[in-house]
């Protein structure tokens, strides 16, 4: 992680927080909080993360897709599908 991206709009570090760090990673330091509430977990199995499904709940705690800094832009790419599946579920 290049410092000068830390804790830019792209990457966000919570080293006080009680769960930090909640996903193993090999480097601590490129750890991103940003993402802390996966919005990708609205999209089911179409978000391409690591999870398992036990019981009918998505558990995600083997994911660190949100949690990588060169992946801000992954999340973002998919914030269509969000918005189309949340239309889905208003109409």
């Given at each position: 992680?290049?410092?000068?991206?830390?804790?830019?709009?792209?990457f966000?570090?919570?080293?006080?927080?009680?769960?930090?760090?909640?996903?193993?990673?090999?480097?601590?330091?490129?750890?991103?909080?940003?993402?802390?509430?996966?919005?990708?977990?609205?999209?089911?199995?179409?978000?391409?993360?690591?999870?398992?499904?036990?019981?009918?709940?998505?558990?995600?705690?083997?994911?660190?897709?949100?949690?990588?800094?060169?992946?801000?832009?992954?999340i973002?790419?998919?914030?269509n599908e969000i918005?189309?599946?949340?239309?889905?579920?208003?109409?």
């Open positions: 992680m290049n410092n000068k991206n830390k804790n830019s709009y792209k966000f570090q919570n080293k006080d927080c009680e769960y930090f760090p909640c996903h193993n990673m090999k480097n601590e330091d490129d750890f991103n909080c940003l993402f802390c509430y996966c919005p990708l977990y609205a999209l089911g199995k179409n978000c391409k993360g690591n999870y398992l499904y036990i019981n009918d709940i998505k558990d995600c705690s083997n994911c660190i897709i949100p949690h990588e800094s060169k992946n801000y832009e992954y973002l790419s998919k914030f918005i189309e599946l949340t239309k889905k579920h208003s109409e």
